[in-house]
């Protein structure tokens, strides 16, 4: 099986986070004027960086991804395998609020070339995907979450691991058990890396 389109690539930029940004933005605008746009934050050179569908409305309020009780229960988990979320860098796929059902392929076609751009800036040593449509946008895949969780694959000379959103946590606990081992494994690979 191949594990990516990028496979065995270590593709490095020259671009920063906020360049690509301000792009972004700019294009952004133009094609979703009625948007409000939130970026990723934290560490600009992460060793982890953390990726998942589009801003929640209580990302609104402080500009930030990953806020509310998502960002709480996201906060957990980094800190069950000793992270703590200033030490990783969080974004998301699409920039503006949505609820998952409006993400068209066009509006995914947009961002996802941002989204690679972006992560090859920060250039950390593992990709956390957060539910379906970032892994699939990062690995070009047409495979369920629930099909490709529990391993590494390369990206970019970056490992990724996908795993679940912890929005779909908070609707089915019984996930937890799978973060939990993905997490580890995270956890395991960055103690030895």
């Known amino acids: ?18 360049e690509i940004n301000q792009e972004l933005l700019e294009k ?6 009625d948007k409000f746009f939130i ?4 560490k600009k050179d992460a060793r982890v960086v953390i990726v998942g569908e589009s801003p929640g409305l209580p990302d609104a309020d402080s500009e930030k991804p990953f806020m509310g009780p998502v960002g709480q229960l996201l906060e957990k988990i980094l800190a069950a395998i000793g ?25 995914l076609k947009f961002f996802t070339p941002f989204l690679h751009r972006e992560i090859l800036a920060v ?6 995907s957060l539910g379906n449509t970032p892994t699939k ?22 490992k990724l691991i996908p795993t679940f959103n912890p929005a779909y946590i908070l609707r089915d606990p019984s996930k937890k058990r799978e973060v939990w081992e993905d997490m580890k494994m995270v956890r395991d690979f960055l103690n030895r890396n």
């Open 1 to 18: 099986m191949q594990n990516s389109l990028f496979e065995e690539q270590n593709l490095s930029s020259s671009e920063t986070v906020d």
């Open 28 to 33: 952004g605008k133009a094609l979703f004027p």
């Open 39 to 42: 970026f990723g934050t934290g």
């Open 83 to 107: 992270l703590k979320r200033e030490e990783c860098y969080l974004t998301n796929v699409v920039k503006f609020i949505s609820q998952g059902d409006e993400l068209t392929p066009d509006i």
């Open 123 to 128: 250039h950390p040593v593992v990709v956390i």
């Open 137 to 158: 946008a990062l690995l070009s895949t047409k495979k369920a979450i629930s099909q490709i969780r529990g391993e590494f694959f390369d990206y970019n000379g970056m």
